[in-house]
């Protein structure tokens, strides 16, 4: 069974940085796409980032590019996500999931195709 368990998140001052982790303790990690959500209080779920299987592709939301890298490594089960030059509007619960697919499908933003959720991490930004 596949538990998703993520880390890194905490207080951190506009302009900032924070590396989110994400830990799969399943087995066939290296054989689906992950994906980091996040949600805002009162604001629905969004996507963030997605990345294929492989790691050889990613996507990111307009909001974020050139300030949020996903990556993978599949030796070690382990998602990340790395945020720089944050922004107050950053602040949310970040999540972390594991689709149903080997490559980020063009829905991946929905979450739809993504079957197993971390808890989540808090970040928050300060102005």
């Known amino acids: 069974q596949v538990q998703l368990v993520e880390s890194g998140g905490g207080l951190v001052q506009a302009g900032g940085s924070l590396r989110l982790s994400c830990t799969d303790s399943?087995?066939?990690?290296?054989?689906?796409?992950m994906g980091w959500f996040r949600q805002a209080p009162g604001k629905e779920r969004e996507g963030v980032s997605c990345i294929r299987a492989s790691g050889g592709r990613t996507y990111q939301i307009d909001s974020v590019k050139g300030r949020f890298t996903i990556s993978r490594d599949n030796a070690k089960n382990t998602l990340y996500l790395q945020m720089n030059s944050l922004k107050p509007e950053d602040t949310a619960m970040y999540y972390c999931a594991s689709a149903r697919s080997y490559y980020c499908l063009n829905s991946w933003p929905l979450g739809a195709d993504f079957g197993y959720w971390g808890q989540g991490t808090q970040v928050t930004v300060s102005s």
């Open positions: 399943g087995l066939a990690f290296d054989e689906y796409a």
